[in-house]
């Protein structure tokens, strides 16, 4: 067999006809290397198939290229589709995603963090909610001296980079589009309430039926906690009620899912005899029947963000920004689908 030679920087930067130094600066991202001379460059290394020697790319940076995620989500399908784009994103500006669960005991979290930042020496950490909140996390963050991007935090919100989007108008707007199909018995199952866009999906939901003049039972109401599980036991709180909502908003899709499944046990037909919108617009939205009406939450382009802001001039980022410029907001969007449909 003969063995094929790997290409080397020298390779790449005589096709190039530039020096290895340009080659090593556009691999690393250099910001003041040219447009031009980048795509130049990045074309021969993908003709090539040249793959820079790791240990000497993190000498000669003095980057670890490893960028740590940390989660605590009862989603299964939020965190999912989050992990998946971040891994992309990853691999496509040359750097490995250490990924790691919180545990419930806080110790032992930590314990990983500080190995996280000990032995992998993480460049950055990316923090999802609940876990973006937690103090002890932070302040160990903190006191390493280690950048990290937290994705829809609830406090502090001036001591790092976030990225979220507009939960509350969101909730809000959503619910305003179940009044105006003639819903006016709309139901709410609120999502974990360790997360605060749980607080802020709930308040736009009762500030749209405050707006409209619209006085809901208590009994409409119920506490989820984001797993399929825990909305179906809400659901079937709900559907037990003699006087049954029209509608239910779940605070996301998978208890969105366990509403469709619940009533359709219970021969409820949805959307003709109930109308289930969700939120977050997770992959689970399509593959249920019918498919459900939801938030589309730019969790895709939050993910890609989030590892942007470390792989692309990361000081920028990191070094004494206002607040004003802390806080990314993303764009939402309301797709509607076979789930709910106007009584009117």
């Given at each position: 067999?003969?063995?094929?030679?790997?290409?080397?920087?020298?390779?790449?930067?005589?096709?190039?006809?530039?020096?290895?130094?340009?080659?090593?600066?556009?691999?690393?991202?250099?910001?003041?290397?040219?447009?031009?001379?980048?795509?130049?460059?990045?074309?021969?290394?993908?003709?090539?198939?040249?793959?820079?020697?790791?240990?000497?790319?993190?000498?000669?940076?003095?980057?670890?290229?490893?960028?740590?995620?940390?989660?605590?989500?009862?989603?299964?399908?939020?965190?999912?589709?989050?992990?998946?784009?971040?891994?992309?994103?990853?691999?496509?500006?040359?750097?490995?995603?250490?990924?790691?669960?919180?545990?419930?005991?806080?110790?032992?979290t930590l314990q990983s963090v500080n190995e996280l930042i000990n032995e992998t020496k993480v460049d950055g950490m990316i923090l999802l909610p609940p876990v973006c909140d937690q103090k002890e996390i932070i302040d160990c963050l903190l006191a390493a001296n280690v950048p990290f991007v937290r994705v829809a935090p609830d406090s502090q919100l001036t001591i790092s980079p976030y990225i979220c989007m507009d939960d509350y108008q969101a909730a809000f707007d959503l619910t305003e589009t179940l009044i105006k199909q003639g819903h006016s018995k709309i139901g709410h199952i609120i999502g974990d309430p360790?997360?605060?866009?749980?607080?802020?999906?709930?308040?736009?939901?009762?500030?749209?039926?405050?707006?409209?003049?619209?006085?809901?039972?208590?009994?409409?109401?119920?506490?989820?906690?984001?797993?399929?599980?825990?909305?179906?036991?809400?659901?079937?709180?709900?559907?037990?009620?003699?006087?049954?909502?029209?509608?239910?908003?779940?605070?996301?899709?998978?208890?969105?899912?366990?509403?469709?499944?619940?009533?359709?046990?219970?021969?409820?037909?949805?959307?003709?005899?109930?109308?289930?919108?969700?939120?977050?617009?997770?992959?689970?939205?399509?593959?249920?029947?019918?498919?459900?009406?939801?938030?589309?939450?730019?969790?895709?382009?939050?993910?890609?963000?989030?590892?942007?802001?470390?792989?692309?001039?990361?000081?920028?980022?990191?070094?004494?920004?206002?607040?004003?410029?802390?806080?990314?907001?993303?764009?939402?969007?309301?797709?509607?689908?076979?789930?709910?449909?106007?009584?009117?």
């Amino acid at each position: 067999m003969v063995e094929v030679k790997k290409a080397r920087i020298q390779d790449v930067a005589q096709q190039a006809g530039v020096s290895m130094m340009t080659v090593s600066r556009v691999l690393n991202q250099d910001p003041k290397v040219s447009d031009k001379t980048r795509s130049k460059v990045l074309a021969i290394v993908a003709q090539l198939q040249y793959k820079p020697n790791e240990s000497a790319r993190r000498l000669a940076s003095n980057k670890s290229y490893f960028l740590g995620l940390l989660y605590d989500n009862p989603s299964d399908a939020y965190v999912s589709q989050f992990l998946l784009s971040a891994l992309k994103s990853c691999r496509s500006n040359g750097f490995h995603l250490v990924v790691d669960e919180a545990d419930k005991n806080i110790d032992k979290t930590l314990q990983s963090v500080n190995e996280l930042i000990n032995e992998t020496k993480v460049d950055g950490m990316i923090l999802l909610p609940p876990v973006c909140d937690q103090k002890e996390i932070i302040d160990c963050l903190l006191a390493a001296n280690v950048p990290f991007v937290r994705v829809a935090p609830d406090s502090q919100l001036t001591i790092s980079p976030y990225i979220c989007m507009d939960d509350y108008q969101a909730a809000f707007d959503l619910t305003e589009t179940l009044i105006k199909q003639g819903h006016s018995k709309i139901g709410h199952i609120i999502g974990d309430p360790n997360q605060g866009v749980s607080r802020l999906r709930y308040q736009g939901y009762l500030d749209a039926l405050r707006s409209n003049k619209i006085n809901t039972p208590p009994e409409y109401i119920e506490q989820g906690c984001f797993t399929y599980q825990s909305g179906m036991v809400a659901a079937q709180k709900m559907l037990s009620l003699v006087d049954k909502p029209s509608a239910i908003f779940a605070a996301n899709d998978d208890m969105a899912a366990a509403v469709m499944s619940i009533a359709q046990s219970q021969g409820i037909n949805v959307p003709n005899d109930l109308s289930v919108v969700g939120f977050d617009d997770t992959t689970l939205a399509t593959v249920v029947w019918p498919n459900i009406t939801t938030v589309r939450q730019p969790i895709d382009e939050m993910a890609t963000l989030a590892v942007s802001l470390f792989t692309s001039n990361r000081d920028k980022y990191f070094s004494g920004l206002k607040n004003s410029q802390l806080r990314h907001i993303l764009e939402f969007k309301i797709i509607q689908r076979e789930s709910s449909k106007s009584i009117i």
